[in-house]
Nanobody
């Protein structure tokens, strides 16, 4: 049983920045690979970024590479997504997820999901 709670979303102008946080209730958080996905209305949930359990491996969708950075603080049971140079097309509900396996980019590889936080980027 793992509960994930995202925070940090909001409204930002194009070119601005936001930092999302995902806090996990599970004390064994450090054993999980973590990921961020995003979903716009009427669309499927798409992969954004992932990080391995140790933090040594990361992977990004091409659409966010160079702009977003995923990181984690296992001592605080928290994963972050730093989003810079935001674009209107980044607008979506951002959801964090935990995987009991290795770092993954596929939705079905994740075991637990948060409720999501809204990010809106205005032009």
């Amino acid at each position: 049983q793992v509960q994930l709670v995202e925070s940090g979303g909001g409204l930002v102008q194009a070119g601005g920045s936001l930092r999302l946080s995902c806090a996990a209730s599970e004390r064994t958080f450090r054993r999980y690979a973590m990921g961020w996905f995003r979903q716009a209305p009427g669309k499927e949930r798409d992969f954004v970024a992932a990080i391995g359990w140790s933090g040594g491996s990361t992977y990004y969708a091409d659409s966010v590479k160079g702009r977003f950075t995923i990181s984690r603080d296992n001592a605080k049971n928290t994963v972050f997504l730093q989003m810079n140079s935001l674009k209107p097309e980044d607008t979506a509900v951002y959801v964090c997820a935990a995987s009991m396996g290795a770092i993954a980019v596929v939705r079905d590889d994740y075991d637990y999901w948060g409720q999501g936080t809204q990010v809106t980027v205005s032009s």
